[in-house]
């Protein structure tokens, strides 16, 4: 067993596929394929389930994957850091969900540059669950977290609250203000993210406790899609503003009440394998940029949420 197993092992579970991993790591798909049969045969255990829709990490694997990933990552910074011991330096994996990705993650780049060149960023931007679902295999170090009360944990810091509005026209019934109340919603079609999401949990405990069975008819862990599906008048979705963005303009946007309202945490990992001086000069610099995003106006629809520091 060497690096390369290590690094071709982790490549194999982010992608969930021998064939993705094989793309992105410019290898074959046989000889990868080979590589995970060599490791799992020295280790003496199956460290991956492989099925006719990819691969899932068993339990050894799983176990295996977060020990190999926070090694891999600990050599990188050993490599990394001693070019240069003055300097915070280092590779920092920061999770961001797509709605809050779009308007925070290339000005966060710009920033960490800025004011920390020596340290590397690894971004990743998908829907909010699977984020969390990364964060929690120990894959990052930092990850912006939604939440549906404003209290957080020990390791959280505040970013920004964001109410909720019913994109799209409700058919047969429209309301007759910029305003729709969630009893209303009974028996209207709705595309929301997949039972893993935050924000789906959220509408969903929401409904009912207004007593009203929402009708989702499509999981869609796009949030392009779902403005789409709302353009075209075929469902409604319950969205932030801020992930509106480059829906049409005369798309219906309505304020839900009672209100419904989110908010956003950054979440540092527990153990994680980055140098800890520059894990936090990217916290800080999270909190910085969004507080400047949102002064501006450039992030629509939130608004500073605690005293984040």
């Known amino acids: 067993m060497d690096i390369l197993h290590l690094r071709y092992l982790i490549a194999v579970v982010d992608?969930?596929?021998?064939?993705?991993?094989?793309?992105?790591?410019r290898v074959s798909q046989p000889a990868l394929s080979q590589r995970m049969t060599q490791l799992e045969r020295e280790l003496g255990v199956r460290l991956l389930d492989r099925g006719p829709r990819g691969v899932r990490p068993?339990?050894?694997?799983?176990?295996?994957?977060?020990d190999a990933h926070r090694l891999v990552r600990q050599l990188d910074h050993l490599a990394a850091s001693a070019a240069d011991r003055q300097e915070v330096r280092g590779l920092v994996a920061v999770g961001i969900p797509s709605g809050a990705a779009v308007h925070l993650a290339a000005p966060l780049l710009s920033w960490t540059r800025e004011h920390c060149p020596g340290v590397r960023l690894e971004l990743f931007e998908s829907m909010s669950g699977y984020v969390?679902?990364?964060f929690g295999q120990g894959r990052m170090d930092l990850a912006v977290v939604y939440l549906d009360r404003p209290g957080t944990g020990a390791d959280d810091v505040p970013l920004y609250a964001e109410d909720l509005y019913l994109v799209g026209e409700p058919p047969e019934r429209p309301p007759a203000d910029d305003r729709i109340a969630l009893r209303d919603l009974d028996g209207v079609p709705i595309v929301a993210p997949g039972t893993r999401s935050s924000l789906r949990a959220l509408i969903e405990r929401a409904l009912r406790e207004q007593r009203v069975t929402p009708d989702v008819v499509a999981d869609v862990e796009s949030l392009g899609t779902m403005v789409q599906v709302a353009e075209r008048g075929e469902a409604c979705a319950i969205l932030p503003l801020s992930s509106t963005g480059a829906a049409d303009p005369?798309?219906?946007k309505r304020l839900l009440e009672p209100?419904?309202?989110?908010?956003?945490?950054?979440?540092?990992?527990p153990g994680t394998a980055a140098p800890r001086d520059a894990v936090e000069v990217v916290r800080r610099g999270i909190v910085a940029v969004t507080r400047e995003l949102a002064g501006d106006g450039r992030w629509p629809g939130i608004r500073p949420d605690g005293e984040a520091t």
């Open 250 to 252: 005369g798309l219906p």
């Open 58 to 66: 068993t339990r050894a694997g799983l176990a295996f994957y977060r």
């Open 15 to 25: 992608a969930g596929s021998l064939s993705q991993a094989a793309v992105q790591l």
């Open 259 to 269: 209100r419904l309202t989110r908010h956003a945490v950054v979440r540092t990992a």
């Open 132 to 134: 969390e679902e990364l």
